[in-house]
């Protein structure tokens, strides 16, 4: 069983900071790229960054320069920098891994729990 277990969240002023943090754990052979999400209230899921187990990153051109994704030592671990956060930030954030379970190859797509960051004006 594999889950992947988010931190981190909660309410800010604009301008402010948040760090949000997800681990993944359970039988993992190796994690590929793992990334953030967001859902704003009434919209859909929307990609926030991804950082691939090589260190390249991707960001929604939004939070290009605001927000910084990193990982762990482990690999098994993802971070995002949230600064100069903004209302229109508000959103439950998801993290998301690519997992390989088995020395095959075979790639999982696995969905952390979200966790609500509120940015106030």
């Not at 704003?40 to 950082?51: F, S």
């Not at 991707?58 to 949230?82: D, H, P, W």
């Not at 998301?96 to 020395?103: F, P, Y």
Request: aromatic fraction near 10%; proline fraction near 2%; charge should be positive.
């Amino acid at each position: 069983q594999v889950r992947l277990v988010e931190s981190g969240g909660g309410l800010v002023q604009a301008g402010g900071s948040l760090r949000l943090s997800c681990a993944a754990a359970g039988s993992i052979f190796s994690i590929n790229t793992m990334g953030w999400y967001r859902q704003p209230p009434g919209k859909q899921r929307e990609l926030v960054a991804t950082i691939t187990s090589g260190g390249s990153t991707n960001y929604e051109n939004s939070v290009n320069g605001r927000f910084t994704i990193s990982r762990g030592n482990a690999k098994n671990t993802v971070y995002l920098q949230m600064n100069s956060l903004k209302p229109e930030d508000t959103a439950v954030y998801y993290c998301n891994a690519i997992i390989i379970l088995g020395s095959r190859g075979h790639e999982y797509n696995y969905w952390g729990q979200g966790t609500q960051v509120t940015v106030s004006s």
